[in-house]
């Protein structure tokens, strides 16, 4: 009775673990040798590259994370490159990369740069030619980066949270 006992439990056992062929033994831990840019704007694409990533990604084999906030779009997935887009609500911080139940992350963090988000327009209505004033918030990256209109040629200047 003991001796059926000890095989039907170590024989449950095995039937519901992870670790099956299909499981960690087919996807060893991953390594991440680089990642670029090192900043971004959600939405656009980063490049990760290294080893043991997998051949396909599925629900369950891959995920990457910028900042702990997973990324849900995928241009494509390889063994030693992914190309991921950063979610909306990235965060700065370590790529996370999880392999089945391995994961690995990024010793240098990638830069999350929140949108540009205008909040009025001054006045509205407006005309060709006329001074406008804009509201918002997170413009002074996009003057750092030296970012400006390209069909009129003009730099702006920022005070604050105000473009004029």
């Not at 001796?3 to 519901?16: D, E, H, M, P, Y």
């Not at 959600?42 to 997973?70: D, L």
Request: aromatic share 12%; net charge negative.
């Amino acid at each position: 009775m003991i001796c059926v006992l000890l095989l039907s439990s170590t024989f449950i056992g095995t039937a519901c673990s992870d670790d099956d062929k299909n499981g960690s033994n087919k996807y060893p831990v991953p390594v991440i040798s680089e990642f670029f840019p090192s900043e971004g704007l959600p939405t656009s694409v980063v490049t990760i590259k290294g080893a043991n990533f997998g051949t396909e990604r599925t629900e369950r084999v891959g995920r990457v994370y910028f900042g702990g906030v997973e990324a849900t779009d995928y241009e494509s997935w390889s063994d030693n490159e992914i190309k991921v887009r950063v979610p909306q609500k990235g965060l700065t911080g370590n790529i996370t990369l999880w392999v089945w139940k391995n994961h690995t992350e990024t010793t240098d963090e990638f830069i999350c740069v929140p949108g540009a988000e205008i909040t009025s327009i001054n006045p509205s209505p407006t005309f060709p030619g006329s001074q406008i004033t804009i509201n918002g918030k997170n413009f002074q990256y996009f003057i750092d980066k030296g970012y400006r209109n390209n069909t009129y040629d003009f730099v702006l200047a920022v005070f604050h949270q105000q473009i004029f």
